[in-house]
């Protein structure tokens, strides 16, 4: 790059710099090349100015960020460690969920296997909602009984409670 100082006018001098072809083609130009150089160099704003060519107007006051020099930092946030604390968070949050999930899961099953076993066993009579029954093992299946384990020496599988949605709740004694 080479700095020339251009005399426009009476004494002002301005300072331009330009590459080396451009000196070469504005040596070997006419006048007018030269007159035309020197305003395009005159309407060039420092990079420093935050000029738009479209409104010819200064739009620093316009911009979300600072466009000076002295201007505020420009911190970019860590977004890694956002990412990285909210999946842990995400990931906790969902476990439980999950856990909750298979202990739901084991307690639906069971009350179904329950529920399934009383209901094939034999009996002779129509079980009342609320009150307790004892399902015991026979010869040829399971049987279910209004006699309590403590009165009958069979093989006592459980005793049960018909709920009021007709399902078979096990009872721990």
């Given at each position: 790059?080479?700095?020339?100082?251009?005399?426009?006018?009476?004494d002002?001098?301005?300072?331009?710099?330009?590459?080396?072809l451009?000196?070469?083609?504005?040596?070997?130009?006419?006048?007018?090349?030269l007159?035309?150089?020197?305003?395009?160099?005159?309407?060039?704003k420092?990079?420093?100015?935050?000029w738009?060519?479209?409104?010819?107007?200064?739009?620093?006051k316009?911009?979300?960020?600072?466009?000076?020099?002295?201007?505020?930092?420009?911190?970019?946030?860590?977004?890694?460690?956002?990412?990285?604390?909210?999946v842990?968070?995400a990931?906790?949050?969902l476990?439980?969920?999950?856990?909750?999930?298979?202990?739901?899961?084991?307690?639906?099953?069971?009350?179904?296997?329950?529920?399934?076993?009383?209901y094939?066993?034999?009996?002779?009579?129509?079980?009342?909602v609320?009150?307790?029954?004892?399902?015991?093992?026979?010869?040829?299946?399971?049987?279910?009984?209004?006699?309590?384990?403590?009165?009958?020496?069979k093989?006592?599988?459980?005793?049960?409670?018909?709920t009021?949605?007709?399902?078979?709740?096990?009872?721990?004694?």
């Open positions: 790059m080479l700095k020339l100082l251009i005399k426009i006018r009476n002002d001098l301005i300072p331009v710099s330009i590459g080396t451009a000196v070469t083609n504005l040596l070997l130009g006419t006048h007018s090349q007159c035309i150089f020197v305003k395009n160099a005159l309407k060039k420092p990079d420093s100015v935050v738009d060519e479209a409104t010819n107007a200064f739009v620093a316009l911009l979300p960020y600072a466009s000076s020099v002295s201007g505020p930092l420009i911190d970019i946030p860590n977004v890694d460690a956002f990412k990285r604390k909210g842990e968070k990931s906790k949050i476990n439980a969920e999950l856990e909750e999930l298979q202990t739901r899961i084991q307690q639906f099953v069971a009350e179904a296997s329950n529920t399934q076993r009383v094939a066993a034999t009996y002779k009579f129509e079980p009342i609320g009150e307790t029954y004892h399902l015991y093992e026979g010869k040829t299946g399971d049987f279910l009984s209004i006699i309590p384990p403590s009165q009958w020496r093989t006592h599988i459980g005793s049960f409670r018909l009021s949605d007709f399902k078979w709740e096990i009872i721990n004694n």
